[in-house]
């Protein structure tokens, strides 16, 4: 029986670690994706596009895991939550990687380099919503329920930033037709970036769920 604790343990921590592991891989994927629209490299954007076959990879793996965990195991309760919560996580994860590739893809098209006005909103943007979701990997690989609630309850600031970088490039649009075609590409990526905090926050509210077992939609935001 001791034998059996310790493996199921084992297997837990070594979900956790690979979540955080791919946690980690997608902050750098969003990164590395407003660097190099902010470069408008395009060498960097094709590298940052077919970077995300490795976060594709790492979720199906963690999925696949996380299942047969759960039909070997049937865990009850925290172990319950435990492997649900790491696979959710993962494809949350997974889904921040796919809008990073987006956001590459986009610069690919553009015709030049954002102006420095737009180029700063949209790059603030990025930076928020990347060190938001650099936080709630934080939470999970620290077990830290009031990290994520952190994260959680500051939804309302990316949603703002990315209602001012829009209202920005709307401007720009209006008064320059010659800027509509890269002005779509650039509301299309501060578009992506804000579904990225999107995922952020989900993640936070699964963290929090597999550490208490609670609802954050249960909670306050003050």
């Not at 596009?49 to 490795?54: E, G, L, N, Q």
């Not at 597999?210 to 909670?219: F, K, S, Y």
């Amino acid at each position: 029986m001791e034998h059996t604790v310790r493996a199921v343990g084992q297997d837990l921590d070594n979900l956790a670690h690979d979540v955080a592991a791919l946690g980690d891989l997608a902050v750098a994927q969003v990164r590395s994706a407003v660097d190099v629209f902010l470069r408008h490299d395009l060498n960097g954007a094709s590298k940052v596009v077919r970077a995300d076959d490795a976060l594709d990879l790492q979720d199906a793996e963690i999925e696949k895991r996380a299942i047969r965990f759960i039909a070997l195991r049937q865990p009850m309760a925290d172990d319950l939550r435990r492997p649900i919560a790491a696979m959710k996580t993962a494809m949350q994860l997974e889904r921040c990687g796919d809008l990073a590739k987006n956001i590459a893809k986009r610069v690919g098209r553009m015709a030049a380099a954002a102006e420095p006005t737009h180029a700063a909103g949209v790059a603030a943007l990025g930076q928020l919503v990347a060190d938001r979701l650099a936080a709630v990997i934080s939470a999970f690989r620290q077990g830290d329920a009031q990290g994520a609630y952190d994260v959680w309850v500051k939804d309302t600031e990316i949603d703002e930033r990315h209602e001012a970088v829009l209202q920005e490039i709307v401007a720009g649009m209006t008064s320059s037709p010659a800027f509509v075609g890269d002005g779509t590409h650039l509301l299309f990526i501060a578009k992506n970036l804000e579904r990225i905090g999107d995922h952020a926050t989900n993640i936070a509210e699964l963290v929090y769920y597999q550490i208490t077992g609670g609802e954050l939609a249960d909670r306050p935001k003050l």
